[in-house]
């Protein structure tokens, strides 16, 4: 390990969200997002849900951005998308946890977007490259205010929805996720030891799409605080 008071640059902090009841925040480690967890969204992007195993990909912990952001049209892209989704935060160590054991590793939940340049993303998947360009930018993981999953509640009758302006563009239940929080959170700790500090972006139901610059985004979980953006022009 290095010594931290002898490095050559310093970098940006650890990205902190505000938890619902506390003074202290929930520093951000990694991101995983699910995809394809919505039936009905895997098939308005041409494809089926793989009902036998769960799929991933991640962002970078400086992509995080708080709700209630104004952030800069992202740059080489002319689809900037939307996906609304319910974020689960980790607050307990978890490596190889069965289904059952699974919910003990959940701190709790928030509304999150995951923001995507849709153009990049289709360029990578037809070319079978991976998506790091459509998904994994800066400012890509919006985040609103975490909920103890104790006050949340048990997922699934949950409304999810999502509106540009005035306009309802994602509204489905939480039901709907095809892999459930628990199954998720197993499957993924057969792959990594899963840290407090880790957030996984459960996946977006149907109806996504662009968003332009001007434009803004409420995002609403029942039950959960919110997640906003302003999409300003681009830098």
């Known amino acids: 390990m290095s010594d931290a008071n002898n490095q050559l640059f310093e970098i940006p902090g650890t990205p902190l969200v505000p938890v619902k009841g ?24 041409g494809h089926e849900v793989d009902r036998q195993t769960p799929f991933y990909f991640t962002k970078p912990a400086s992509a995080t951005v708080l709700s209630g952001a104004k952030i800069a049209y992202p740059p080489s892209t002319s689809n ?9 935060a980790i607050g307990a160590p978890a490596f190889k946890v069965s289904v059952e054991d699974a919910p003990a590793a959940i701190y709790g939940y928030a509304t999150g977007l995951d923001m995507t340049r849709r153009d990049l993303q289709l360029i990578a998947r037809e070319k079978g490259r991976p998506w790091d360009l459509g998904k994994a930018f800066e400012q890509s993981a919006i985040i609103a205010e975490i909920t103890k999953a ?23 239940l939480l039901s709907d996720l095809v ?3 628990p199954e998720l959170i197993s499957h993924l700790s057969g792959f990594y030891h899963l840290l407090p500090g880790d957030l996984i972006y ?32 681009a830098e």
């Open 22 to 45: 506390e003074t202290a925040s929930y520093p951000v480690h990694r991101v995983f997002c699910v995809g394809r967890n919505y039936a009905a969204h895997a098939a308005e992007m």
């Open 80 to 88: 900037y998308h939307f996906e609304m989704e319910l974020v689960v």
């Open 150 to 172: 104790k006050e949340f509640g048990e997922v699934g009758p949950q409304r999810i929805s999502l509106k540009v302006g005035e306009d309802t563009r994602q509204d489905a």
């Open 179 to 181: 892999w459930k929080i």
């Open 202 to 233: 459960t996946g977006t139901p149907a109806g996504v799409g662009p968003v332009l610059a001007g434009e803004n985004i409420v995002g609403e979980i029942e039950g959960l605080a919110p997640v906003l953006l302003d999409i300003l022009d």
